[in-house]
């Protein structure tokens, strides 16, 4: 913060007086942000998993991975799984209930109807009836599009022409009005 607040005071100023650090500085969120721990310390219950190409910090209770398979899927990864074995904790107890015979069974305990031809259809008079035009293209030039972007740090952006004439940018040496310097 000291250095913000060397560079852009009034940005500083914003940023502790009306924002607050809790929403825009991780190491200040109260929890977890974007499935990011913001502590430093490993609780029990977190295991740093390693060996070969597998890395990654698994917390069985709360069913989450740092390699995201675990928190997708809601089925425990390679890490998961590692450290369910090191905790002496079953590998089917972090398996979410959605994959269960009950859940299954739910999902498909009612009958499913089939949606028949189109000609069975019954579509209301105002849909029918309701025009919808396509949208609005734009005619596009021939070429790539040109795009303008900030120059990433340590990029530089392409010069313009220097006369070689007068030293000046912006000309070269034909069209270069300057009365000095050789012809």
Known sequence: M?????????VAEYLENEVGFEKWS????????????TTNML???????????????VDIFNKTCTCKEFDIDKLPCVHAIAAAHHAQVSVYS?????YTKEYYALAYG?????????????IPNEVTTRVVLPRE???????RPKTSRFPSVGEFRKRKNR????????????????QT???
Do not use: F, M
């Open 110 to 122: 009612e009958t499913i109807y089939p949606v028949g031809s189109q000609s069975q259809w019954d």
């Open 2 to 10: 000291t250095e913000i607040s060397h560079r852009y005071l009034r």
């Open 163 to 178: 006369c070689g004439k007068c030293g000046a940018y912006g000309h070269y040496k034909k069209k270069c009005n300057s």
């Open 43 to 57: 609780n029990p219950v977190t295991y740093h998993v390693k060996g070969g190409e597998l890395e990654g910090v």
């Open 26 to 37: 991780r190491c200040h969120y109260p929890g977890l942000r974007y499935n990011i721990t």
């Open 137 to 143: 293209v734009k005619e596009r030039k021939r070429g």
């Open 181 to 183: 310097g050789s012809t």
């Open 94 to 98: 972090p398996v979410s209930p959605y």
